[in-house]
T-cell receptor
């Protein structure tokens, strides 16, 4: 497809369960971002990759959150021992280059995670 | 990144121009102004960005004041499908993240 693809679109997890969320960025895009969006709020930055290198993980809320992009394309956000406060929409975005003035970031539709 | 201030919500009549203001008084010289919007249940969508000069594309126009401390996004002929949350973002360093605020809820009414 032409856009950023995220899967699954919806995920219900029992508290304490581990989950893995997948992001397929646009082919050739160097930069990849993960965001968390709680209901009624703007997206909050989690982490940033430039190719396979994770250059910024300052937004990850705890050590239960882990992201990887081993071959510089597909990325996975893993949440261990999920808690109710992890319930949110997780958004992935990619952009062609890291330069802020050159290019826009394209967002996927997100994965809605509900922890019960 | 410089912080931005936007009104919480605005209404606009269908077919009229929607003018969405944004204050970014602490913006520095190398920071760009970006606008994104988010329609319900979708990911944010890029609209436009600029550094100093006014910009126009097929979706909107961006007017940046000369001192760069504020900007206005203009949707020239708003339609019902333009109802969304509009985010004004100041983006700093090379490769840096977009920092979203609360945005402006724009309601276009028939």
């Amino acid at each position: 497809g032409a856009g950023v693809s995220q899967s699954p679109r919806y995920k219900v997890a029992k508290r304490g369960q581990d989950v893995a969320l997948r992001c397929d960025p646009i082919s050739g895009h160097v930069s990849l971002f993960w965001y968390q969006q709680a209901l009624g709020q703007g997206p909050e930055f989690l982490t940033y990759f430039q190719n396979e290198a994770q250059l910024d993980k300052s937004g990850l809320p705890s050590d239960r959150f882990f992201a990887e992009r081993p071959e510089g394309s597909v990325s996975t956000l893993k949440i261990q021992r999920t808690q109710q406060e992890d319930s949110a929409v997780y958004l992935c975005a990619s952009s062609l280059s890291p330069s802020p003035g050159d290019t826009e970031a394209f967002f996927g539709q997100g994965t809605r995670l509900t922890v019960v | 990144d410089a912080k931005t201030t936007q009104p919480t919500s605005m209404d606009c009549a269908e077919g009229r121009a929607a003018n969405l203001p944004c204050n970014h008084s602490t913006i520095s010289g190398n920071e760009y102004v970006y606008w994104y919007r988010q329609i319900h249940s979708q990911g944010p969508q890029y609209i436009i960005h600029g550094l100093k000069n006014n910009e126009t594309n097929e979706m909107a126009s961006l007017i940046i004041t000369e001192d760069r401390k504020s900007s206005t996004l203009i949707l020239p002929h708003a339609t019902l499908r333009d109802t969304a949350v509009y985010y004004c973002i100041v983006r700093a360093e090379y490769g840096n993240k977009l920092v979203f605020g609360a945005g402006t809820i724009l309601r276009v009414k028939s």
